[in-house]
């Protein structure tokens, strides 16, 4: 990223977590899966932000996978999860980070993890389906 002379560390923050976010949301929006339909989302209030997709199963399940990334007072927590319904399915460890930089490094790890498991996920749960 390139910055102008005088942008401030705030400012180059924010810039680097809507970076981070726009992956995130570029990861999920490039999953698909032929049998099932797929919603992208992303939510913001003014301590966190919520970026994945939602498929939805012939069966009319939802299945959910997400991160997200908020601010605890002068802390970051990074979350992934994926879950069908009220079910978990996964649970990432809520990450607790001091800077922002470690925040959104984690962001990008958790978005990584959470889409490399969609295909897999998807076709267990349209198999059982079948089944």
Do not use: K, N
Request: proline fraction near 3%.
């Amino acid at each position: 990223m390139f910055y102008a002379r005088g942008v401030d560390s705030e400012s180059r923050a924010a810039a680097g977590l809507l970076g981070a976010l726009c992956r995130a949301g570029e990861g999920f929006a490039g999953l698909r899966h032929s049998q099932v339909r797929r919603e992208v989302f992303s939510r913001f209030d003014p301590a966190r932000a919520t970026t994945g997709a939602v498929f939805t199963l012939p069966d009319g399940r939802e299945v959910r996978f997400a991160v997200a990334i908020g601010v605890v007072g002068e802390v970051f927590r990074v979350e992934g999860e994926i879950s069908v319904e009220e079910r978990v399915l996964l649970d990432l460890p809520s990450v607790v980070a001091a800077g922002i930089g470690e925040a959104l490094a984690t962001l990008d790890r958790y978005a990584d993890e959470v889409c490399s498991r969609v295909p897999w996920i998807i076709d267990e749960l349209v198999d059982e389906l079948s089944a």
